[in-house]
């Protein structure tokens, strides 16, 4: 099965067509969160991440701030601007259907998270130490986190062992056959690596 794994995509329609545009054929598409904030087009980036488009969505802390559900006092203040912004933007369906959906999801033997599996909504997985104490809160071999908008690889071979990390550069292909993962595709729509593609 071919899957296309994205996240924070923050509002950005034209980034989103464009890595849609990009990927190859695919089985599934699955959303790791931060689908809105910061971006002009929410509703046009709900809509095309609808229910019948992606298999398994998950909600991030920009999304949450957008419906009313997080203290915006948490955010700074160009993200606490987009999201009372948003807010306005978005119809009571795509309110409900952004408080519905899953922090964390297990599919397919895959842990998805927005932050990391030990805290879903707020944890940036930027560090070795944080991603290593992070492989004690997913049972499975592989989990996919977003939120800070970069790419990187996290592994570990063994139990034994600290994990070890890696940016990933696009056109990497890497082996995940073996040992534990804790991977970042980085951002469809705010790429922070000093890269502007996704």
Do not use: K
């Not at 329609?13 to 890595?19: F, K, W, Y």
Request: hydrophobic share 40%.
């Amino acid at each position: 099965m071919r899957v296309l794994i994205i996240s924070d995509v923050h509002a950005n329609l034209v980034a989103l067509e464009a890595v849609l545009r990009a990927a190859p054929p695919v089985d599934e598409i699955w959303n790791l969160g931060d689908t809105v904030g910061y971006g002009p087009r929410p509703v046009a980036c709900l809509d095309r991440l609808g229910d019948d488009a992606v298999e398994h969505s998950l909600v991030g802390n920009h999304d949450l701030a957008a419906i009313g559900q997080l203290d915006l006092t948490e955010f700074n203040p160009w993200a606490r601007a987009a999201a009372m912004w948003t807010s306005n933007q978005l119809s009571s369906p795509q309110r409900e259907r952004l408080a519905v959906l899953p922090a964390t999801v297990v599919a397919t033997g895959v842990t998805l998270a927005h932050g990391s599996p030990r805290d879903p909504i707020w944890e940036y997985v930027a560090d070795r130490e944080t991603a290593s104490a992070n492989f004690a809160h997913f049972e499975t071999a592989w989990c996919f986190v977003g939120h800070t908008h970069v790419a990187r690889i996290d592994w570990r071979r063994d139990t034994g062992r600290p994990s070890r990390v890696r940016r990933f550069r696009p056109g990497d292909v890497v082996d995940v056959s073996q040992g534990r993962w804790l991977l970042n595709p980085g951002s469809v729509g705010q790429p922070r690596d000093g890269d502007p593609r996704a």
